[in-house]
């Protein structure tokens, strides 16, 4: 139950607590060795006291003539509130016989197994109920006697029970304190993230341009805060391709289909002869292919948002490939003119000419490019080729066509986005984007240079291997 309420718990009230449970334990185990020691130094103290006793009226009994039994007991009266309730009783070593007690009966019976002790270990101490008592040995040349003392240290234990009480009391103080501090400390510590949660609870998805205080940047709060602030612009970059996708992509669906359905309605309204019929089906077929190229685009750009461990991945041949490439696009269209050239910088070994990747993605790599290149290039003349350096394959496209404006070519990178002076030409501005994005999928780079009226060259660098997949 105790478990679940604190799993329930505020981050703040779960601090406080475990805060103040560490610190209570600190304190019970400081206390305890406080007590510890200051019982165990009584003791001892105590024991001392007991010890000097006996010595000093062994000495004064049997050392000093002149003091007989009833002087000693005179003596002892007098030192009565040295020690409470003393008692000292004195025993020949070898008769066993008690040769003097200092006439304070404690109840105790000293017997036969405590004179024994003594004898044995020249000192034995034990405690009787509140009386604590000390035997020992103690020798006069040749005569040898045991002498026992015994009291009570109601001082001492009263002194000890003092404080076991400020201890407690003080325990108790210093628990409740630690309590109120740490929750105190925990809200302070905390009213960042509180600030955090109460920001992140404002932002909508018509206001994903809010971003968090970073505060100093460098404490746990301003990481937080900056992971956070990354998020939302993925997000809102998320947001925005996908507002732009769907508005570019609804624009190219409907250009097509409003065309196929208006050929279809001219061709409803009056009878048509069967070439007429034929010319408005070969275009009717056009358009539909034109729509099979854009969807087939589509899905291509969606495969190409997947994480790189979830497509197939193999050793390729970019030299096969573009030279695959060429003859495929040839067959489809004999009037373009591809000249392809293929340098190998650093070795003959076929392993040296592979790159780690998914094969029909990087196929689309040169299909696109080639393709829009003898598209836009004059009479189809177009120059594809690779270079093998140690770490990274260098793939450059050209064409001497129309160009890319400066201005148009910081967008060409966008999904849909054609240039002004591309728009009488066929196509849907997905191409460029796509090979970006297969270009990343495989930790590469690519890069466009072009000129108005001059032509255009794309350089794709890819690496030989991929990084090692988390």
Avoid: W
């Avoid at 025993?91 to 003594?118: A, P, T």
């Avoid at 809200?187 to 970073?214: C, F, H, N």
């Avoid at 009878?271 to 292919?289: C, F, G, N, P, T």
């Amino acid at each position: 139950m105790f478990l679940k309420m604190f799993l329930q718990m505020q981050i703040r009230t779960k601090l406080t607590l475990q805060f103040a449970l560490m610190a209570g334990g600190i304190l019970v185990a400081f206390s305890l060795v406080i007590f510890s020691l200051s019982a165990n130094y009584r003791k001892q103290e105590f024991k001392e006291r007991l010890r000097e006793k006996a010595i000093n009226t062994a000495k004064l009994l049997i050392e000093v003539k002149e003091v007989d039994n009833e002087l000693m007991r005179i003596i002892d009266s007098a030192n009565y509130s040295s020690l409470e309730n003393i008692e000292v009783v004195v025993f020949d070593y070898f008769k066993r016989s008690r040769i003097y007690s200092s006439g304070k009966n404690s109840g105790i019976v000293f017997s036969e197994e405590m004179l024994s002790k003594v004898r044995n270990n020249n000192e034995y101490s034990f405690k009787i109920g509140n009386r604590e008592a000390v035997g020992l040995l103690y020798t006069d040349g040749l005569r040898r006697f045991v002498v026992f003392a015994s009291a009570s240290d109601r001082y001492g234990v009263s002194k000890l029970n003092n404080l076991i009480l400020i201890l407690i009391v003080g325990l108790l103080v210093a628990i409740i304190l630690t309590f109120i501090t740490g929750l105190f400390f925990s809200r302070q510590a905390l009213k960042p993230i509180s600030g955090v949660v109460s920001r992140v609870s404002s932002i909508t998805a018509t206001s994903l341009g809010k971003r968090l205080d970073e505060g100093n940047g460098t404490d746990e709060i301003a990481k937080l805060a900056i992971t956070f602030n990354q998020m939302l612009y993925r997000i809102e970059k998320a947001f925005q391709i996908q507002k732009s996708f769907v508005s570019n992509a609804s624009h190219e669906l409907r250009t097509p289909l409003a065309s196929i359905t208006s050929q279809i309605e001219v061709s409803l309204i009056k009878e048509r002869s069967s070439k007429e019929y034929q010319e408005v089906l070969e275009s009717l077929l056009e358009d539909a292919r034109g729509l099979t190229s854009l969807a087939n685009n589509l899905l291509e750009i969606a495969r190409s948002e997947q994480d790189i461990s979830a497509l197939k991945i193999a050793p390729v041949r970019i030299d096969e490939l573009l030279l695959q490439t060429q003859a495929e696009i040839n067959q489809l269209h004999p009037h373009y003119q591809i000249e392809t050239e293929i340098t190998d910088n650093i070795t003959d070994d076929e392993q040296e000419l592979t790159v780690m990747g998914n094969e029909n993605l990087l196929k689309l790599i040169f299909v696109n490019l080639i393709d829009n290149a003898c598209k836009f290039s004059d009479g189809g003349v177009v120059k594809a080729s690779i270079g093998f350096f140690d770490d990274h394959v260098l793939i450059s496209i050209s064409d001497k066509g129309i160009g890319i404006d400066s201005d148009d070519l910081q967008l060409i990178f966008e999904p849909f986005f054609r240039a002004k002076n591309a728009v009488n030409h066929k196509g849907h501005g997905i191409g460029l984007s796509l090979i970006q994005k297969i270009v990343k999928l495989h930790n590469g780079h690519i890069r466009v240079e072009s000129e108005r009226e001059t032509g255009t060259t794309v350089f794709v660098t890819l690496p030989y291997t991929l990084q090692p997949i988390q």
